[in-house]
């Protein structure tokens, strides 16, 4: 199993551009999530999906969409890049139930990152 | 709102233990996570606790009291390549899955 994948690992972007962060697992979890970590504020949820066709916002979502066609796959969209967005990425993924609780099956595992620097 | 509090900034020395608090405020609780966060990498699982009491997984053990919205995260045997952010996250109950983090604990390991 590759785990969770990310794409691309380093990006710049010109404020005022659009891009797609893309995020992949192979594991069939149903949750993933997407989240940014910027220096001394820790990791903050941006959006997030319970399944395919069901997404919804987390704590700082605005400038940012995304969608869940297939279970593997969960894309993030910069719609207009602003220096405000210049961070690092990380998508995550889990099953979408707790299965036991003493159970590690309750984890979620994340993806390597994506550093992106909004000029 | 959740607020979750822990040390900035922790140094050891190689061989010691040493002891990550951390404290939560959240509008309910369906279990606490430790990810252990080298610099520059992924953030990786250590610990997941949702009953009150300890868990021991080798040099490392988790604590919770919920009660008191308190966890800990114990390192023994310190080694250098323990030298890393150390995050505690909460996830609330009847959320899907989300995790609130907190700043994370940045822990230096010395010869």
């Known amino acids: 199993n590759a785990g969770v994948t990310q794409t691309p690992k380093f990006q710049v972007l010109k404020t005022g551009q659009s891009m797609t962060l893309q995020c992949a697992q192979d594991?069939?979890?149903?949750?993933m999530s997407w989240y940014r970590q910027d220096p001394g504020m820790g990791l903050r949820l941006i959006h997030y999906?319970?399944?395919?066709?069901?997404?919804d916002q987390g704590e700082v979502p605005n400038g940012y969409n995304v969608s869940r066609s297939t279970t593997e796959d969960f894309p993030l969209r910069l719609l207009s890049a602003a220096p405000s967005q210049t961070s690092v990425y990380f998508c995550a993924s889990s099953y979408g139930r707790q299965r036991t609780a003493k159970s590690s099956y309750n984890e979620q595992f994340f993806g390597p990152g994506t550093r992106l620097t909004v000029l | 709102g959740q607020n979750i509090d822990q040390p900035t900034e922790m140094t050891a020395t190689e061989g010691a233990i040493v002891q990550i608090n951390c404290t939560y405020q959240?509008?309910?609780?369906?279990?606490l996570f430790w990810y252990q966060q080298h610099a520059g990498e992924a953030p990786t699982f250590l610990s997941y606790n949702v009953l009150d009491g300890l868990e021991e997984k080798g040099r490392f053990s988790s604590f919770l009291s919920r009660s008191k919205g308190y966890s800990y995260l114990l390192l023994k045997e310190l080694q250098m390549k323990d030298s890393a952010s150390y995050l505690c996250a909460v996830q609330v109950s009847g959320s899907a899955r989300q995790l609130t983090f907190g700043s994370g604990t940045q822990l230096t390991v010395l010869p």
């Open positions: 594991m069939n979890h149903e949750y």
């Open positions: 999906s319970v399944g395919a066709g069901i997404t």
């Open positions: 959240t509008s309910g609780f369906n279990g």
